[in-house]
T-cell receptor, first 114, second 114 residues
Framework: GENVEQHPSTLSVQEGDSAVIKCTYSDSASNYFPWYKQELGKRPQLIIDIRSNVGEKKDQRIAVTLNKTAKHFSLHITETQPEDSAVYFCAASISGQAGTALIFGKGTTLSVSS | EAQVTQNPRYLITVTGKKLTVTCSQNMNHEYMSWYRQDPGLGLRQIYYSMNVEVTDKGDVPEGYKVSRKEKRNFPLILESPSPNQTSLYFC?????????????FGPGTRLTVT
C-alpha cells in the first residue's frame, strides 16, 4: 500500500540551531502535505501544510518545501527554541472510496537543548 | 467552544468484552477519522468518513467497526477486543476532505486490553 517515510526518527539540536525533517511519499497522486506537532501527552496539532501546486511555504520560523518530481517534502525550523521540543509528523493525502485520507509518517522526536 | 470530544479518556478492559469509544464534534465538519498511535509506529488510520453513512477503511481496520449515523458523531466499536488493540486512540475531524483542511484531533483515549 501507499506509505510515507520520515527521517530522522530522533533529532537533537542546540537552541538557536536549525532543524530539518524529511519525508518521502509513494503515491504520485498525493497533493496535500501537512505537518503536525505533538507535545508530550497532548494531541497532534497542525503547524503548517503545503499543496502540490506550491514549492515552498513559510510561517515565521517554520518552512516546508516540496519536490513533487522526487516525491519528497521537508520541514525546516530555524532558530530553534526549547518549546519546539516535540514529536513532529508529516503526512500525505491519498484517495479512497469515501474521499481522501491522510497517511502519516512514523514521527520525529525533536529535542532542543538550551 | 469548537472542539472534538472523546469518551472515555481512559479504559482498561478484558479480552472479548465489546466496547465503544465515542467521538463527537461541534464544528459541523463533514470529515471524521479514527487513528491509533503506538510507539515507533506513528499515527495509523483505522477508518474515516466523508459524511453521514459514508465510511472507508484506513490502514489498520481489522478488529474495528465504525458508524456515521449523524454528522457530529463517529463512534469506534471494538466487538471483541484483543491485547494487540491496546493503544492510544485519536478521533479527528475536518471541514472537508482530508486533502485540503486541517484535521482537529480529540484529546485521545488510552485503551488497555488485558
Amino acid at each position: 500500500g501507499e506509505n510515507v517515510e520520515q527521517h530522522p526518527s530522533t533529532l537533537s539540536v542546540q537552541e538557536g540551531d536549525s532543524a530539518v525533517i524529511k519525508c518521502t511519499y509513494s503515491d504520485s497522486a498525493s497533493n496535500y502535505f501537512p505537518w503536525y506537532k505533538q507535545e508530550l501527552g497532548k494531541r497532534p496539532q497542525l503547524i503548517i501544510d503545503i499543496r502540490s501546486n506550491v514549492g515552498e511555504k513559510k510561517d515565521q520560523r517554520i518552512a516546508v518545501t516540496l519536490n513533487k518530481t522526487a516525491k519528497h517534502f521537508s520541514l525546516h525550523i530555524t532558530e530553534t527554541q526549547p518549546e519546539d521540543s516535540a514529536v513532529y509528523f508529516c503526512a500525505a493525502s491519498i484517495s479512497g472510496q469515501a474521499g481522501t485520507a491522510l497517511i502519516f509518517g512514523k514521527g520525529t522526536t525533536l529535542s532542543v537543548s538550551s | 467552544e469548537a472542539q472534538v470530544t472523546q469518551n472515555p479518556r481512559y479504559l482498561i478492559t478484558v479480552t472479548g468484552k465489546k466496547l465503544t469509544v465515542t467521538c463527537s464534534q461541534n464544528m459541523n465538519h463533514e470529515y471524521m477519522s479514527w487513528y491509533r498511535q503506538d510507539p515507533g509506529l506513528g499515527l495509523r488510520q483505522i477508518y474515516y468518513s466523508m459524511n453521514v453513512e459514508v465510511t472507508d477503511k484506513g490502514d489498520v481496520p481489522e478488529g474495528y467497526k465504525v458508524s456515521r449515523k449523524e454528522k457530529r458523531n463517529f463512534p469506534l466499536i471494538l466487538e471483541s477486543p484483543s491485547p494487540n488493540q491496546t493503544s492510544l486512540y485519536f478521533c479527528a475531524s475536518s471541514l472537508g476532505t482530508g486533502n485540503s483542511y486541517e484535521q482537529y484531533f480529540g484529546p485521545g483515549t488510552r485503551l488497555t486490553v488485558t
